[in-house]
């Protein structure tokens, strides 16, 4: 067994090949910029009110105007005013030529074509957005290896750019085991679980931005599992087993990747749950073996198949997934592995759950995280900061 430290450590060192492709802004949430992106105009691209109210030449140092029109957003037909002129303007309207300032409506007293107001509301340039304050054209608006968030699209949208390059993510077959398992809505016999892995996996990997997600079964047979690893090998990049990787008579994982030709990164660790994790390699495509409990495929799905995922679809702080947070009350820790515990981030504290055990679901449905106990740890006093990492 290895430690978890030198297990991430050794996947954090593969080389593993990033492509690139171009897709709609819309489409590209969730992956990661594989270039630098500029602004194609001014931001905002004219001169613009903030705010409903009333555009003036504040030099003009007069607080009695003569209302002239208005000016609402999406109009194109520019006003101009002249010296103690003033236009109804709108939050988002273009400002007319001669004006630099706008008052509040709230800030006006109107009597039919005339507005008044107290010079000392009156401010230079208050409630103007000029253009290109925001930003400038051709400046960088989103650095290499930025996140594409819906913040980020929306920025990008409001620039002009309708497609960005970035890096593909991989594609992922997930190979289910076992004669127990069946799909969802099929009638269980005495002896048979539904396929709660293939649907959270499959989440969680939509999720990270992964689109291409190919799901099969496989019964516990050795030929079954080896010609479902070879043929998942021939269309993905990732290939995750769920089950099948112990040391069970059924269990045919480990014979399936030594007979395909996966070269073993690392085979168990010294964790709880999700001891029994293996990885393996054959030329630029990895495997991963996850246990079958539930907590355990959670748990190292998390911990290594994430950020490896990440770090392969171009984000730098992959392994860097986590955040430091006092705990909520005392953990005696009685074993010496990393314990990777369902728990609960709120108000500032993480709380750890009860159900810890790697087939309990129930804990999963209030947990919103995972807290990390090192292996050298035997204890944790309520309020020392753990690592917690957040799905």
């Not at 613009?48 to 009333?54: H, K, R, T, V």
């Not at 085991?177 to 099929?186: D, L, Q």
């Not at 369902?342 to 790697?358: D, M, N, P």
């Given at each position: 067994m290895?430690?978890?430290?030198?297990a991430?450590?050794?996947l954090?060192?593969l080389?593993?090949?990033?492509?690139?492709?171009?897709?709609q802004?819309?489409d590209?949430?969730?992956?990661?910029?594989?270039?630098?992106?500029?602004s194609t105009?001014?931001?905002?691209?004219?001169?613009?009110?903030?705010?409903?109210?009333?555009?003036?030449?504040?030099?003009?140092g007069?607080?009695?105007?003569?209302?002239?029109?208005?000016?609402?957003a999406?109009?194109?037909?520019?006003h101009?005013?002249?010296?103690?002129q003033?236009?109804?303007?709108?939050?988002?309207?273009?400002?007319?030529?001669?004006?630099?300032?706008?008052?509040?409506?709230?800030?006006?007293?109107?009597?039919?074509?005339?507005?008044?107001?107290?010079?000392?509301?009156?401010?230079?340039?208050?409630?103007?957005?000029?253009?290109?304050s925001?930003?400038?054209?051709?400046?960088t608006?989103?650095?290499?290896?930025?996140?594409?968030?819906p913040?980020?699209?929306?920025?990008?949208a409001?620039?002009?750019?309708g497609?960005?390059?970035?890096?593909?993510?991989?594609?992922?077959?997930l190979?289910?085991t076992?004669?127990?398992?069946?799909?969802?809505?099929?009638?269980?016999?005495?002896?048979?679980i539904?396929?709660?892995?293939?649907?959270?996996?499959?989440f969680?990997?939509?999720?990270l931005?992964?689109?291409?997600?190919?799901?099969?079964q496989?019964?516990?047979?050795?030929?079954?599992?080896v010609?479902?690893?070879?043929?998942?090998?021939?269309?993905?990049d990732?290939?995750?087993?769920?089950g099948?990787?112990?040391v069970?008579?059924?269990?045919?994982?480990?014979?399936?990747?030594?007979?395909?030709?996966?070269?073993?990164?690392?085979?168990?660790?010294?964790?709880?749950?999700?001891?029994?994790?293996y990885?393996g390699?054959?030329e630029?495509?990895?495997?991963?073996?996850?246990?079958?409990?539930p907590?355990?495929?959670?748990?190292?799905?998390?911990?290594?198949?994430?950020?490896?995922?990440h770090?392969?679809?171009?984000?730098?702080?992959?392994?860097s997934?986590?955040f430091?947070?006092?705990?909520?009350?005392?953990?005696?820790k009685?074993?010496?592995l990393t314990?990777?515990?369902?728990?609960e981030?709120?108000k500032?504290?993480?709380?750890?759950?009860?159900?810890?055990?790697?087939?309990?679901l129930?804990?999963?449905?209030?947990?919103?995280?995972?807290?990390?106990?090192?292996?050298?740890?035997?204890?944790?006093?309520a309020?020392?900061?753990?690592?917690?990492?957040?799905?």
């Amino acid at each position: 067994m290895i430690a978890v430290t030198k297990a991430k450590s050794i996947l954090q060192s593969l080389n593993l090949p990033q492509k690139k492709v171009r897709v709609q802004t819309v489409d590209a949430l969730g992956c990661f910029l594989a270039e630098s992106v500029k602004s194609t105009l001014n931001v905002p691209s004219f001169d613009n009110s903030a705010m409903d109210g009333y555009a003036y030449c504040w030099e003009d140092g007069l607080s009695e105007l003569e209302l002239i029109g208005e000016s609402a957003a999406g109009a194109s037909n520019l006003h101009k005013i002249e010296p103690g002129q003033a236009i109804r303007i709108f939050t988002g309207a273009p400002m007319p030529e001669g004006a630099d300032s706008v008052i509040m409506q709230e800030k006006v007293q109107r009597k039919g074509a005339r507005i008044f107001f107290e010079s000392e509301e009156a401010e230079q340039g208050k409630h103007v957005r000029y253009q290109g304050s925001q930003c400038q054209k051709g400046a960088t608006i989103a650095e290499t290896a930025s996140k594409i968030t819906p913040g980020m699209v929306s920025l990008l949208a409001s620039v002009g750019v309708g497609e960005v390059e970035v890096f593909q993510a991989p594609k992922v077959t997930l190979i289910i085991t076992g004669n127990e398992i069946k799909a969802i809505g099929s009638e269980l016999k005495r002896g048979q679980i539904y396929n709660a892995n293939g649907p959270a996996l499959e989440f969680w990997l939509k999720d990270l931005g992964v689109s291409e997600v190919n799901q099969i079964q496989v019964r516990d047979q050795k030929a079954e599992v080896v010609q479902g690893l070879k043929e998942a090998l021939e269309i993905s990049d990732l290939v995750i087993f769920t089950g099948g990787i112990s040391v069970g008579d059924y269990d045919f994982v480990k014979e399936a990747v030594e007979a395909n030709q996966v070269q073993e990164l690392f085979y168990k660790l010294k964790q709880r749950p999700g001891k029994p994790l293996y990885a393996g390699q054959k030329e630029e495509k990895v495997v991963f073996a996850l246990p079958g409990n539930p907590g355990s495929v959670l748990s190292c799905f998390m911990q290594y198949v994430k950020p490896l995922i990440h770090s392969w679809m171009g984000n730098s702080d992959a392994w860097s997934n986590y955040f430091e947070f006092p705990i909520a009350a005392d953990f005696e820790k009685k074993i010496p592995l990393t314990q990777f515990l369902k728990a609960e981030l709120t108000k500032g504290q993480v709380r750890v759950l009860q159900g810890q055990e790697s087939f309990n679901l129930i804990a999963f449905g209030l947990a919103n995280g995972f807290v990390e106990i090192p292996e050298e740890s035997t204890e944790v006093k309520a309020g020392e900061k753990v690592k917690f990492y957040p799905w």
